[in-house]
């Protein structure tokens, strides 16, 4: 019978025990701090290289959330999306005897005498009923009572010359018979400068403003401007824009007034100077001078949460028949459009249209560009030719052949300027329209 061990030996084999744990604790320790201080090692060597292409992700505590789609804020006034795509200036004319015009000359007594065809003596009736269709998609139709509705206690402002001021009759003609005859006025301010429709009932105007070049010129006078002579104040655009702000919706045009035929004349400091400085140049460097100074103008004073800016593009003359037709021929006693849609008229030129892109595409502040040359370029019948009212006597010359007083530069109302409202209309409440 073997002898029990002695409480020695016990106390032996337990520490032979626990030395050999140790000696794997401490073997296991030593491997873990050999890895961490490589790892560390690569990571002190990696610390703050910036992946070229794909950059660091970033981690959160926070629970991830299903992407949900972004829908970008409507302008103001946009009342919901439409046809994505449809561009609503490449089209047709169509005719349309059902609903063309959309009122009556006598129905509307904010028509100036320059535009009223029909009292002066037009005698067809054909150029009120044609309708503009684009291609694949429709214009929105025009609602009277929306358009009121959104103008409730806000101020709409056409800003440039004659053509804009149809276009401003225009918008007056479309919405003026929802209104009672003691809820409207027309009024005129600073020397005929401002005109002022007042819908009393819904605290709304809509306002025209006299500035052919936008700019300062010496033009100003809305009445007597006929100078053949004319002069631009660079970096004007205050003298006029003082009279913009706070207005919601802004429609500007200028163009004609730039085509002289000459240089333009600049001047560099004021109209009261005794000793004027003024430089000549071309008509496109001029014209871009006066747009960088308009969009410097709408980006530093209008506030783009509230504003809409509309830019209506150069208006089309007729004053030749580069159509096809006689040389001698220009828009005197034409009654339909031009058929050929590749048409685009001498006189509206491309140069400014690029000066335009250019310039418009640089912009900080959202403009909506009407763009309506190329679709007005079809319409020779539409203008007042000699139905207007003559502001002198016509010579027994002038009486012998009507072409040589035939006016090919403004509209007859109702007419095509309709047509810019519609579009202008459109893109106001409808903006993802192209």
């Known amino acids: 019978m073997k002898a029990p061990l002695s409480s020695s030996t016990s106390s032996s084999s337990g ?20 890895v961490a201080v490589i790892h560390g090692e690569y990571s002190i060597a990696n610390f703050g290289r910036v992946d070229p292409i794909i ?3 970033v981690f ?14 409507l302008p103001s006034f946009a009342v919901e999306e439409s046809e994505e795509g449809c561009d609503i200036f490449s089209g047709k004319w169509v005719k349309d005897e059902l609903t063309r015009p959309h009122y009556d000359e006598s129905e509307c007594p904010y028509i100036q005498p320059q ?3 029909r009292a002066h003596g037009r005698p067809d009736t054909e150029y009120q009923k044609w309708r503009w269709q684009p291609h694949g998609c429709d214009i929105p139709r025009f609602n009277a009572t929306l358009m009121l509705e959104s103008l409730r206690g806000k101020r709409m402002m056409f800003v440039g010359d004659s053509l804009n001021r149809g276009q401003y009759v ?3 003609c479309l919405l003026h018979r929802l209104i009672p005859e003691d809820k409207k006025s027309m009024e005129t301010y600073n020397n005929d400068a401002l005109t002022v429709f007042r ?7 809509i306002e025209f403003y006299w500035a052919p070049f ?4 010496n033009s100003d006078n809305a009445v007597v401007h006929r100078i053949s002579d004319r002069i631009v104040r660079k970096g004007s655009m205050n003298k006029h824009g ?7 919706i802004l429609v500007f045009n200028t163009y004609l007034w730039w085509v002289t035929g000459q240089e333009m004349k600049i001047l560099k400091g004021s109209f009261k100077d005794v000793e004027k400085e003024i430089m000549q140049m071309s008509t496109e460097d001029a014209y871009r001078m006066a747009m960088k100074s308009l969009l410097r103008w709408v980006t530093r004073n209008l506030d783009r949460e509230r504003t809409r800016v509309f830019f209506t593009s150069m208006s089309p003359t007729h004053s030749k028949g580069d159509w096809g037709g006689e040389a001698s021929e220009n828009c005197y006693n034409q009654t339909t459009p031009i058929a050929d849609s590749n048409y685009w008229g001498s006189d509206s030129r491309k140069s400014i249209m690029k000066v335009i892109g250019e310039e418009f595409s640089k912009s900080e502040f959202p403009i909506t560009f009407l763009n309506i040359t190329q679709l007005s370029s079809y319409r020779k019948d539409a203008h007042t030719s000699i139905y207007k009212k003559q502001w002198n006597p016509l010579t027994t010359e002038q009486l012998a052949n009507p072409a040589s007083y035939a006016d090919c530069i403004h509209w007859c109302l109702p007419g095509l300027q309709d047509t810019w409202n519609e579009l202008l209309f459109a893109k106001l409440f409808h903006p993802d329209l192209i």
């Open 60 to 73: 959160s505590t926070t629970p991830v959330k299903k992407r949900e789609k972004v829908v970008a804020q």
């Open 242 to 248: 003082r009279h913009w702000k706070g207005v919601d």
């Open 214 to 217: 936008l700019l300062e010129s």
């Open 55 to 57: 950059p660091s992700p």
């Open 115 to 117: 535009l009223t065809c």
């Open 199 to 205: 819908v009393k009932d819904y605290n709304a105007t």
């Open 15 to 34: 520490i032979l025990r626990r030395s050999r744990l140790s000696t794997y604790l401490y073997t296991l320790l030593a491997f873990i701090v050999f």
């Open 170 to 172: 225009s918008m007056v």
